[in-house]
């Protein structure tokens, strides 16, 4: 090997490891946050970011398959939006959504399978469930996307989809631990009362802090403060003072 050749195998590795070590840092970002929404954003940011796109979106799919969502980077989200709708399940976005494999093409505009797709526009799944998929367009250096951006996108969807399912858990736990809050709380209805209810910071959520202004029949007002503790759902009303 030449000190030529040894040479760009060094600076190939260098460019190999400061790929890897982008990747690790862009997995540690999205899974650092629980809402759906922003975990989409923070994967579609960083999709364009590791291939240097300058033109990213991403599809949320529902239970049924259907488009619920569309997150972009790099275009004007509410325009789009308000000028086509959400990506239309046709062409190559049928085939996207069947073949569950990675797509490359070099014109988008000349492929006659793409109808469908906004202008200026790797699937994610998790034990057989698709999240969605991301579409990038448009290096900024002008190159066609390659084998190495391609395995690099498909190694982020792997880890972003488990990402999208946590927190989505994490919001039906919110909701199931809410239903139960309500369950503990009384009906207060009948009586003329300010209430106010914080519950527990950490989830499941379960008990927090009860305080009530109840005004009597004499024009007094009782104050009653304590805590919701969930001992028996039997008793939703159960209040520990």
């Not at 972009?72 to 996207?96: C, F, K, N, S």
């Not at 104050?223 to 039997?234: E, H």
């Amino acid at each position: 090997m030449t000190p030529e050749e040894l040479g760009a195998r060094v600076r190939q590795l260098a460019r190999g490891q400061c790929r890897l070590r982008r990747l690790l840092d862009a997995v540690v970002a999205i899974s650092a946050d629980m809402e759906p929404r922003a975990v989409l954003e923070h994967i579609v940011a960083a999709a364009a970011d590791l291939v240097g796109a300058r033109y990213g979106a991403l599809d949320g799919l529902g239970p049924e398959g259907d488009f619920v969502d569309l997150v972009t980077v790099g275009v004007d989200e509410e325009r789009m939006l308000a000028a086509e709708g959400l990506p239309q399940g046709h062409g190559l976005l049928i085939r996207l959504t069947t073949d569950r494999k990675p797509l490359r093409v070099d014109d988008i505009r000349a492929d006659p399978r793409a109808v469908g797709f906004p202008p200026c526009h790797p699937r994610m799944t998790v034990r057989d469930t698709v999240y969605g998929n991301v579409y990038l367009a448009d290096k900024t250096d002008g190159t066609p996307f390659t084998d190495d951006n391609e395995a690099i996108l498909t190694a982020l969807a792997s880890a972003a989809s488990l990402s999208v399912e946590k927190a989505r858990l994490h919001q039906d736990l919110k909701r199931v631990a809410m239903h139960l809050q309500l369950r503990m709380l009384p009906d207060l209805s009948p009586l003329r009362c300010e209430l106010r209810y914080e519950p527990a910071s950490e989830l499941p959520r379960l008990g927090g802090d009860w305080c009530d202004a109840v005004l009597l029949p004499d024009g007094g007002i009782s104050v009653v403060i304590g805590d919701v503790t969930l001992l028996d759902l039997s008793v939703p009303d159960h209040r520990a003072r």
